[in-house]
Structures are given as C-alpha cells and as structure tokens.
C-alpha cells in the first residue's frame, strides 16, 4: 500500500492535495469544495466567462480536472 502511495504522488496530477499533510475529513472537505466549484464554473455564461477573462473552452477544462488536481498554491 505504501509503494502505491509513493509512486501515485509521483504521478503528474498529484501534486497539490498530500494524503500526509492534510487531515482526511479536510481532505474531504476540499475535494467536494473544488469539484462544486468546477462544476459551477462549467455552469457559466459566455458574459460570465468573459468577466473572468475565460473562455468557454477554459472553463471545460478546468471543470474536467480531477478534484485532486489542485493548483499549487491552494496548498494548505
């Protein structure tokens, strides 16, 4: 299990959510958090995205990243 571990934070997605510094029930706290906001983000209006300086096509593929892609600098 540890290896599984080791060599899936090696993988290219898994770099801003660590299994080892955040509590599980954060953890979980922030995925549900990050994929209602991708979600939301899909939800937008081209008017909407523009405000944001998004494309539609920005927005899809954001909203297709998995929860535990999260951008660096959203570490805790």
Known sequence: MTSLIRSASRAPGFRA???FS???V???REAV???RQRRQLAALDATRLDDLGL???DAR?????P???APQ???A
Do not use: N, Y
């Not at 593929?61 to 990243?65: F, Q």
């Open 33 to 35: 958090a990050l994929s």
């Open 17 to 19: 959510l660590s299994l």
């Open 61 to 65: 593929r954001e909203a297709a990243r």
């Open 73 to 75: 600098h959203w570490k």
């Open 22 to 24: 955040v509590r599980p």
């Open 55 to 57: 494309t539609a096509q």
């Open 26 to 28: 954060a953890l979980l």
């Open 67 to 69: 929860f535990w892609d």
